[in-house]
């Protein structure tokens, strides 16, 4: 099985990236009052995050 990052990965996982830091901000400003959502909020997108970096470390 071939794990091979191309370029066309690489655009699409920074493009996702810059999607959920521009959810992440949105959604915190709106809700910058309620602490415990903006936790959740921030454990679920860090997690994602850490998923895609996970894929490009271990892709080369």
């Known amino acids: ?6 370029m066309s990965d690489a655009k699409v996982i920074l493009g996702f990236l ?4 521009l959810i992440w ?4 400003s709106e ?3 309620n602490k415990r959502l903006q ?5 679920w997108l860090g997690s994602i995050v ?3 970096m996970f894929y490009i ?3 080369y």
């Open 50 to 52: 850490f998923m895609l």
């Open 31 to 33: 809700h910058s009052d």
């Open 1 to 6: 099985m071939n794990m091979k990052m191309s």
């Open 39 to 43: 936790t959740v909020t921030s454990f």
């Open 25 to 28: 901000a949105g959604y915190n």
């Open 18 to 21: 810059l999607l959920i830091l």
């Open 57 to 59: 470390a271990f892709s």
